[in-house]
């Protein structure tokens, strides 16, 4: 499983290149969506999400074609979906909240990994997360209508998919302040 994704990061640009045609493209997302759902590691996720971000900024640079770019995004998107799905199953440091006794500090367990243990930032889980709780259906419909539009983006997915919290009839912003005008 390791393998498929370094695999896919080192000729993620060469199978971009040679899919000049259609038809190519169309069998190379195949086999890159095939091997993001057999990736069973947040390392690999992450190698795939980081590989397509550079691919992304490199094809912007060389004037590739939207299609192309937007095909890039895909693989994108869906890897860190996949990362949020494994995130969730993870059992991971929760950290010392709540464990200080009496003016000595405890360490946090040793046996469970961090999110930097990982190799994951706060913002990258949480966007992670936030992606893959959106339901399958919702993300199929998203990738569908832009792709055609030629702009998906993980970002672009994430807002577009964000629920408002609410406490009774109040709402609270996005921003994490209340605002007791709505």
């Not at 990061?9 to 199978?15: D, V």
């Not at 569908?144 to 964000?162: L, P, Q, R, W, Y």
Request: aromatic share 4%; net charge positive; hydrophobic share 40%.
């Amino acid at each position: 499983r390791r393998a498929d994704a370094e695999l896919m990061g080192r000729s993620l640009y060469l199978q971009f290149r040679e899919a000049a045609m259609p038809s190519n493209e169309l069998v190379f997302l195949d086999k890159a969506t095939e091997a993001i759902a057999r990736v069973a590691i947040i390392g690999d996720a992450k190698v795939i999400i980081d590989q397509a971000a550079a691919i992304k900024l490199f094809a912007a640079k060389q004037g590739w074609s939207t299609a192309q770019k937007t095909k890039i995004c895909e693989i994108e998107l869906r890897a860190t979906i996949r990362l949020g799905e494994l995130l969730k199953e993870t059992e991971r440091a929760t950290g010392t909240a709540g464990r200080f006794t009496g003016g000595s500090k405890e360490e946090p367990p040793a046996d469970k990994p961090t999110l930097e243990d990982l190799g994951v930032t706060k913002k990258q889980s949480a966007v992670a997360q936030q992606a893959a709780a959106v339901p399958a259906t919702k993300r199929e419909e998203y990738i569908a209508d832009h792709t055609a539009k030629g702009n998906v983006s993980v970002s672009g997915f994430v807002k577009e998919n964000a629920k408002k919290k609410t406490v009774g009839t109040k709402k609270l912003q996005t921003t994490g302040r209340f605002d007791p005008a709505h």
